[in-house]
């Protein structure tokens, strides 16, 4: 017997007896080669005995065996069957029939290869959609994906990249997110090319470069993603990788505002308040402010109180200036976390807090007000 065999014979006794979490770990030791050497049959043994020993995480593993032919021939009925006995207590947590039974559709075509559906199984991994939250398995899922093919699926290479860039069901790695952004935004992925001119911005997995990031903001912007062009539009505004062009950001940020977007709605607003691209007119600024603020904007809702404190575009009010620094201090703005310290002492605010009890619970605890 070998050294590495040595190492592992207590497990492979502790497996010959039944133990169907030895069996489990026996078999990924032979496929991983960790203390023993690589034998994929023999993993798929060991696999298949502690699955039959009802072992979930054995069951999920040797589903992946048979949809891969690792160790065994390729099964698809078998992937499948294995599969859903791994997820049998994730299936009865899900109330929603619909979102079940999509994820279950969509299991047979990503066992078949499909790389949307192996995507679209990772989304469901990720956000709990039709099975039980798991963000390791996302991850396998979008791994998949974006392997898949000759080329692999750029959605799931996005997603695979923003995996790496979060830490989600894997170590956080910079620099193989910004490899996958490339590989998927080179595809065409607008969500890419956005999150790749992030990456040229910030430094994210690849040295800093100003006018790489406003060329892959430009390629998202003019496919149309809402993300994309606002970032081209604050590269306007404070001239990154271009030359500053107020009007260019100023009418990139109005289109995105009419549809609704928050984050160009405050950008407009700010334009308006202090005459970037536009003639200064601060009553259009608040009423920006206002539409960005109730769309969920911690900044607008922060513009608001300052608005309402120094009578910008509206009369002023203490009261409504103290609530909405509130508002957005509640959703994490730490200027108006700054600002609501400046009321700790102010009487006229004092007489209305009860009012806020709603917005401002744990809120002044945590400041330490």
């Known amino acids: 017997m070998s050294s590495n065999q040595s190492t592992n014979r207590p497990l492979l006794e502790l497996a010959k007896n039944g133990d169907f979490e030895a069996q489990y770990n026996l078999a990924i030791c032979y496929k991983n080669g960790s203390g023993i050497e690589t034998n994929y049959e023999k993993a798929f043994k060991w696999l298949l005995s502690s699955a039959e020993n009802k072992n979930p995480e054995a069951q999920y593993h040797l589903a992946i065996f048979y949809m891969d032919g690792i160790g065994v021939q390729k099964d698809e009925k078998e992937a499948f069957n294995w599969f859903s006995k791994s997820e049998q207590s994730g299936y009865l947590d899900i109330q929603n029939k619909n979102e079940r039974e999509s994820f279950e559709k969509n299991l047979k075509l990503a066992i078949a290869n499909d790389a949307i559906a192996q ?28 392997n898949a093919g000759f080329a692999g699926y750029a959605e799931g290479q996005f997603n695979l990249g923003y995996c790496y860039e979060n830490a989600i069901g894997t170590g956080k790695n ?13 595809a065409g992925n607008t969500k890419a090319q956005n999150r790749l001119g992030k ?6 997995g690849t040295n800093k470069n100003k006018i790489k990031a406003f060329n892959w903001f430009l390629k998202s912007a003019e496919q149309g993603d809402e993300e994309g062009q606002y970032n081209l539009g604050c590269c306007y505004q404070y001239g990154e990788g271009i030359g500053k062009n107020e009007k260019k950001a100023f009418e990139l940020y109005s289109k995105l505002a009419e549809k609704g977007n928050a984050a160009a709605q405050n950008n407009l607003g700010h334009c308006y308040q202090y005459g970037i691209g536009v003639y200064v007119n601060e009553k259009k600024a608040f009423e920006l402010y206002v539409k960005s603020a109730e769309n969920g904007n911690t900044i607008a809702q922060n513009n608001l109180g300052y608005c309402f404190k120094y009578g910008k575009g509206v009369t002023k009010s203490k009261k409504k200036s103290f609530k909405w620094y509130s508002i957005s201090a509640k959703n994490g703005n730490v200027d108006a976390q700054n600002y609501i310290k400046t009321y700790k002492n ?24």
Do not use: P
């Open 119 to 146: 995507d679209y199984l990772g989304y469901c991994y990720q956000f709990g959609k039709g099975i039980s939250k798991n963000e390791t398995k996302a991850f396998g899922w979008y791994l998949k994906s974006a």
């Open 174 to 186: 910079e620099t193989k997110a910004f490899e996958w952004y490339l590989r998927s935004a080179i």
């Open 199 to 204: 990456c040229y911005i910030d430094g994210i």
């Open 346 to 369: 102010d009487n006229a605010i004092k007489k209305v807090k009860d009012d806020f009890n709603n917005i401002l619970s744990g809120i002044l605890n945590k400041l330490h007000i």
